[in-house]
């Protein structure tokens, strides 16, 4: 009998040590699930309002301030512009970033931008590829830049997610304001056009 009563002890005071410590498992774990979820994303938008359509010429025109927007408080990099695209025509595509610029030979971007699209991730830093003055997708001072990224190919027609990724991609509140003379250049859109060889 003096067996049992001591096994019983020790039975007893195991399940008092578990419960300790699963009680302290799962305080902890609340804890940094809210404070992961409070400190380093501001969603300020999180889902792209509409679907964007093919035009009948075969391109996509994507505009930041049509985005849904994913803004990192503690990396930028990290900052996500996101577009539900409907594709009627599958074939190769050929992918630009849009920028306002005054400077026409430098964009002066320093980090790599990478952009999400269907079965494929491109990612470069953008450059002066093509000048486009008099754009009306920019105001003066500013020109319009276009910054080759690659090339993807749409094997079926239908609704894709595509998003840009880089601390180019300001949140929604900075966009409208203007650009300083130490920060030239600044991301408008991402333009999708049909790969015509």
């Known amino acids: 009998m003096m067996v049992a009563k001591m096994r019983e002890e020790k039975l007893l005071k195991r399940i008092k040590i578990m419960k300790t410590k699963i009680i302290a498992s799962l305080g902890l774990a609340s804890i940094l699930l809210w404070n992961c979820s409070n400190q380093s994303v501001n969603t300020s938008k999180m889902v792209a309002d509409e679907l964007t359509m093919q035009q009948e010429d075969g391109t996509i025109s994507l505009r930041l301030s049509n985005a849904g927007h994913y803004n990192d408080v503690v990396n930028p ?4 512009a996101e577009w539900n ?14 920028s306002a610029t005054k400077d026409t ?41 276009d910054s080759f990224m690659g090339s993807i190919y749409i094997t079926e027609p239908g609704e894709y997610n595509i998003q840009v990724i ?10 409208n304001q203007t650009v300083t003379a130490s920060d030239d ?6 333009l999708i056009s049909p790969d015509t060889k």
């Open 185 to 190: 250049s600044r991301l408008v859109a991402l």
């Open 77 to 80: 990099s990290n900052n996500t």
């Open 105 to 145: 030979v430098n964009l002066k971007y320093t980090t790599s931008v990478k952009v999400n699209l269907p079965d494929s991730q491109l990612a470069a830093i953008p450059e002066c590829d093509k000048i486009i003055h008099n754009s009306s997708d920019v105001n003066y001072p500013y020109f319009r830049a």
């Open 166 to 175: 880089s601390d180019i991609v300001l949140p929604v509140d900075s966009e």
């Open 85 to 98: 695209v409907v594709f009627s025509k599958a074939g190769g595509y050929k992918v630009w970033l849009t």
